[in-house]
């Protein structure tokens, strides 16, 4: 089991930043990729920015340039920098987390969401 916490959400001006951090815990020692997805109102959730073990990172296409994802594999924290917010990054933003075992194969998990709020 990893258990995903995640915090920073608020509300922001357009063009402001914010960043949200996320702590796993549990058999953190399994996760594979790490990831922010959000999902607005009346939309379907979608993906923002992933990264894996090795640090390797993707993104949607509307964040690029403006969003950075990171992560502290001793500190098993995952972050993401949110600059130059536009209203249309207004979400519910969830971290996810997939992590393998032997015994309980592969699996995500998912944090509770924290709420991103970006007035124009």
């Known amino acids: 089991q990893v258990r995903l916490v995640e915090s920073g959400g608020g509300l922001v001006q357009a063009g402001g930043s914010l960043k949200l951090s996320c702590e796993a815990s549990g058999e953190t020692f399994a996760i594979t990729v790490m990831g922010w997805h959000r999902q607005a109102p009346g939309a379907q959730r979608e993906m923002v920015a992933t990264?894996?073990?090795?640090?390797?990172?993707t993104y949607v296409d509307s964040v690029k340039g403006r969003f950075t994802i990171s992560r502290d594999n001793y500190k098993n924290t995952l972050s993401l920098q949110m600059n130059s917010l536009k209203p249309e990054d207004t979400a519910v933003y969830y971290c996810?987390?997939?992590?393998?075992?032997?015994?309980?194969?592969?699996?995500?998990?998912w944090g509770q969401g924290t709420l991103v709020t970006v007035s124009s």
């Open positions: 996810n987390a997939e992590h393998q075992t032997p015994w309980n194969g592969s699996r995500s998990s």
């Open positions: 990264i894996d073990n090795g640090g390797s990172t």
